[in-house]
């Protein structure tokens, strides 16, 4: 049985819709909770198969509230890639994974978006992902991928929404299981809030059942790319 640890940095978010699809392939994970009272970040690879770094809700890394466990994460991000082992960034763990691979950051607002992506011929081949999908994006800040980045999808004013470096390192901006209570939850787990939560709840709630089946197309792609099967 493969096994994933995957770094929670708010109680709410979780990872969704990508829990079942982990559980229907015997994938393992397990959640560590580092901003949780006796919580901390693993120091080294120990046993897992492979490392998921998720959101963190109005956390930032160079604005905002900034994440304390930013350091540690970052190291055992390294640490991980180091082992030839994957790893996989939601929000902000997509920010955390794609400074570990050299590239840069820069301040955005805290935003909550439901948008249509749009694929490069990458991720329908890597992903397969249809031409155009639609993503739920709640995070601060924003990424300057590293010259090695390949895009796999961006978003309608074309920046970013998704990455990979090499077969082992994923970045996704926007969350690939989003469930809309679980982002009502996050929403409500922090004072500081975007605009429009409720416009984009509603779309999210809209969006549910393609978001779900987007996310069935590409889980047994993403899976085997990153060696998880």
């Known amino acids: 049985m493969k096994k994933i640890c995957v770094i929670q940095h708010a109680e709410a978010e ?13 994938i393992r994970f397990i959640y560590q909770r580092p901003f949780a009272a006796g919580g901390a970040v693993p120091r080294q690879v120990e046993d897992y198969d492979g490392l998921m770094l998720l959101g963190g809700g109005p956390y930032g890394l160079v604005s905002g509230h900034l994440l304390p466990s930013f ?3 970052r190291n055992l ?15 902000l763990g997509a920010l ?3 400074s570990t691979l050299g590239g840069g950051i820069e301040e955005a607002p805290l935003r909550f978006m439901v948008e249509t992506a749009r ?4 991720g329908r081949t890597v992903m397969a992902w249809p031409e155009r ?8 800040d924003r990424p300057i991928l590293p010259r090695d980045a390949e895009l796999l999808a961006v978003g309608s004013d074309g920046t970013p929404l998704a990455f990979r470096v090499g ?8 969350h690939p299981g989003a469930k809309r209570g679980m982002l009502e939850d996050l929403i409500m787990e922090f004072d500081d809030t975007p605009d429009n939560t409720v416009d984009s709840l509603e779309k999210l709630g809209a969006a549910q059942v393609e978001i779900a089946e987007t996310l069935s197309e590409s889980m047994p792609s993403l899976v085997r790319i990153a060696g998880l099967i």
Request: hydrophobic share 50%; glycine share 12%; net charge negative.
């Open 14 to 26: 979780f990872l969704g819709l990508m829990e079942d699809h982990f559980e229907g392939r015997n």
């Open 71 to 73: 350091t540690p994460e």
């Open 77 to 91: 991000t390294q640490a991980f890639l180091a082992a030839g082992l994957p790893v996989i960034g939601i929000g």
């Open 96 to 98: 955390i994974l794609n």
């Open 119 to 122: 694929a490069t011929d990458a």
């Open 133 to 140: 999908f639609t993503t739920a994006l709640y995070l601060r």
């Open 167 to 174: 077969t082992q390192a994923f970045g996704f901006l926007f």
